[in-house]
């Protein structure tokens, strides 16, 4: 019964984030510096592919770090994308360091090594975000669309994070950013793996083998059909991993990332709320039609 009113009551949310024109002003962090380092590198790839930018305040001490993972089907897209930018300027104007990185793409490489390039950038800033002012223990993973894939998998298949030398506790939250990847795996991940992968490499299936799952924070588009969203909330409370989800209202499948940090964006405050306080999702999410007009 527990389970069927939660189903009901998060159905029912409304999330006005966004007003009917859209905006893509944004305010401007002005002590903001942008840095860019490769994570790893191979003979004969392109070191874009394999690198990161780094956005932070000088002044910055030992702040939150939120780790974004691009989408684009997991065969195109890039960190650098103009539509990113309002993010650094509003994570930053937020007091976190923003990190936006790339990976290698299908097809030239699988899953395996896309995954295996997110770790390696993950590692990286484990070891080296203190010299932007970041705290390596206190990481939020952010990903839109096939980067939101890849975040829930490292969220739920703690193996990837573990061959990578670190401690899962590391990630403090995840905010998952309309997928379609979750409970059941598309065409543009199955072409990536093979098929004896699709169980650990599905993150709905590997959530009641994992001990801990960081908070987790799932925003979709005004049209997406809901019902993987909430069966994949449901079983993160039923394992006892706080999770919430609204509906972007209004937004289509870019909006919700690209308004992101853009003036009037609710779903900016949400986020920044959330981070404040990722163990409280599940109420911050309950009290979003109280908060908004």
């Known amino acids: 019964m527990k389970r069927l009113v939660l189903v009901m009551t998060m159905m029912l949310i409304v999330f006005l984030m966004t007003s009917c024109t859209k905006t893509r002003d944004y305010e401007k962090a002005e002590g903001m510096l942008a840095h860019t380092e490769a994570y790893a590198s191979y003979e004969g790839i392109d070191s874009n592919l394999t690198s990161m930018d780094i956005y932070y ?27 990113h930018e309002p993010k650094s300027h509003a994570f930053v104007n937020a007091g976190m360091v923003f990190v936006s990185i790339n990976y290698r793409l299908y097809p030239d490489v699988g899953l395996d090594a896309i995954m295996n ?67 059941h795996l598309p065409d543009w991940v199955l072409q990536t793996i093979a098929d004896s992968d699709r169980t ?35 079983k993160l409370l039923d394992h006892d991993h706080p999770a919430g989800y609204v509906r972007a209202k209004g937004d289509d499948h870019a909006d919700v990332s690209q308004d992101i940090g853009t003036t009037g964006d609710s779903k900016t405050t949400l986020i ?22």
């Open 57 to 83: 305040d000088p002044s910055f001490d030992d702040v939150p770090v939120v780790f974004f993972i691009h989408g684009g089907a997991l065969m195109n897209g890039d960190k650098a994308n103009r539509s």
């Open 117 to 183: 390039d997110v770790t390696d950038a993950l590692s990286h800033v484990y070891e080296h975000i203190r010299d932007f002012g970041g705290n390596p223990e206190h990481v939020f993973l952010m990903g839109h669309s096939a980067g939101a894939y890849l975040s829930a998998l490292l969220s739920t298949n703690q193996e990837y994070v573990k061959n990578a030398g670190l401690d899962p506790d590391i990630l403090q939250g995840v905010i998952l950013l309309d997928t379609n990847a979750l409970v």
């Open 200 to 234: 650990q490499e599905t993150p709905y299936l590997n959530i009641e083998d994992t001990e801990r799952i960081p908070p987790t924070l799932l925003i979709i588009n005004d049209k997406r059909d809901d019902h993987d969203t909430i069966a994949y909330v449901n």
């Open 272 to 293: 920044v709320d959330f981070m404040a306080s990722p163990e409280s999702v599940e109420s911050i999410v309950s009290a979003i039609e109280h908060l908004v007009s």
